[in-house]
């Protein structure tokens, strides 16, 4: 049973700590989907780029992403989250900006990759930073907050790229885009800490608390010795490949979906930005309402599996729709971006409840690592798929399919062997 934290000190936290992430992972995303625009918007015909180079080019950002994950998450249990992502925020601004300067496709190649690399370690710090400060009771709020920054992103940049795009070019969305990361890594070294012991802004009492809440967690779950043992344990496995195929669904879905839009309609490019935001908007209420819900009633799983089936059944939908009717389909691209969000504050959580600390981050990394792999598959194959067929309708069924693999791998995870009830039971129900 878990002791509860006084109400001071939660409202401390969730205030002091929560815009700091949200804002944190909000620009490592703006900088890593805003490229979909840029291919909307005519970067392939000014670099001379084909449309099955495009879509590679889209996706080399996650094997970037990929390779890097588990380093950047043992560094950042091990030593310090701060320095960690204050060098990465220096260096993806950096990137992003130098895309928009690129005249040549080697050198957007290259740096799309070192962005994948230098943002590769974000998610992993962050989810070991809030593992840090908050308990297992508040930790899908505190998941869905975090990666809120990629739905509520990516709404207000279909909108600000779309009119960037239109007045300057894709040239100058780049920079404008890119510069805000810096900026905030100055603001960020000096308002963060690694851990609530380090905060001058908790008393004596609410440190002493807190700590001995995230002890009596720890002390609920079965010891596991090392990373080695934790990556091969079955649950983390077929997270793993749950991870994987649900990320083909959502980075398919995000990286081309202004481009299936465009093409989808007669619409200019702040028309199209406008309707590419809708979606994330429905996903904002999703994520929040799910995460929630999640915490209280205490359940993961739950919260996971039902939003990607409905997100496999509204791809479909949209793909037998066909071209017959746009608004029809589009209202369903709605349904399923906001189911494909929905579920992301449970199952982030359902690690932490599996795993003890010494294992949990890296973990975590090799699960979000398999989901950059996913996405780097979801991005090339949906944007060959477009390009290749001259419609969405290929790559829709490929999405849906992911989509449900995904809900199959979620229903087979069970909790630890031998781990203490309260600490392995969340994530089999």
């Known amino acids: 049973m878990q002791t509860p ?15 700091i992430v949200f804002i944190t992972y909000s620009l490592a995303y703006l900088d890593r989907a805003n490229y979909g625009f840029a291919a909307a918007a005519g970067i392939n015909h000014d670099l001379g780029i084909s449309k099955g180079l495009s879509s590679l080019i889209g996706a080399l950002f996650f094997l970037g992403y990929f390779f890097f994950q588990i380093p ?20 993806w601004g950096g990137c992003a900006a130098l895309t928009g300067m690129v005249s040549n496709i080697p050198s957007l190649m290259v740096i799309r990759f070192v962005l994948g690399v230098v943002e590769a370690a974000v998610m992993p710090a962050m989810l070991v930073f809030i593992a840090n400060w908050f308990t297992k009771s508040e930790r899908s709020r505190a998941n869905t907050f975090l990666i809120l920054g990629n739905p509520v992103t990516v709404l207000w940049m279909s909108v600000v790229s779309g009119y960037l795009v239109n007045s300057f070019g894709w040239r100058h969305m780049f920079i404008a885009e890119g ?14 800490q690694d851990k609530p012991a380090e905060a001058k802004w908790l008393t004596a009492q609410e440190k002493s608390d807190l700590d001995a809440t995230l002890r009596a967690e720890q002390a ?32 398919g879905f995000v990286l081309w979906l202004p481009s299936i839009l465009k093409n989808a309609s007669s619409f200019g490019m702040v028309e199209t930005g406008w309707l590419s935001a809708v979606p994330y908007l429905a996903a904002t209420i999703a994520m929040i309402a799910a995460s929630w819900a999640s915490d209280k009633l205490d359940r993961r799983k739950l919260f996971v599996w039902p939003f990607l089936l409905i997100g496999a059944v509204a791809f479909a939908g949209s793909y037998l729709l066909g071209s017959t009717n746009f608004w029809a389909s589009y209202a369903l691209l709605v349904i399923a971006g906001a ?3 929905a579920p992301y504050g449970p199952f982030f959580a359902i690690v932490p409840e599996l795993l003890p600390k010494n294992v949990a981050g890296g973990a975590m990394a090799l699960i979000n690592s398999m989901g950059a ?9 949906v944007g060959y798929l477009n390009g290749a067929t001259g419609s969405p309708g290929a790559s829709y069924v490929f999405m849906s399919v992911a989509l449900v693999a995904a809900v199959v791998l979620t229903l087979a ?5 031998g781990a203490a009830q309260s600490g392995g039971k969340l994530a089999a129900r």
């Not at 934290?5 to 815009?19: C, F, H, N, Q, Y």
């Open 72 to 91: 950047g998450a043992i560094y950042a249990e091990r030593r310090s989250v701060k320095k960690l992502v204050f060098v990465s925020l220096v260096l």
């Open 373 to 381: 792999l996913g996405s780097f598959v979801g991005s090339y194959v």
């Open 179 to 192: 510069v805000p990361a810096i900026v905030w890594a100055v603001i960020w070294w000096f308002i963060v």
């Open 220 to 251: 609920a779950i079965k010891p596991v010795k090392n990373y080695g043992e934790a990556f091969r344990s079955p649950a983390v496995i077929k997270l793993c490949a749950q991870y994987f195929c649900w990320s083909i669904g959502v980075y």
């Open 5 to 19: 934290t006084s109400p001071k000190l939660a409202v401390r936290r969730w205030w002091a700590i929560m815009p």
């Open 339 to 341: 189911a494909m969000y």
């Open 413 to 417: 995870v069970k909790p630890q062997q």
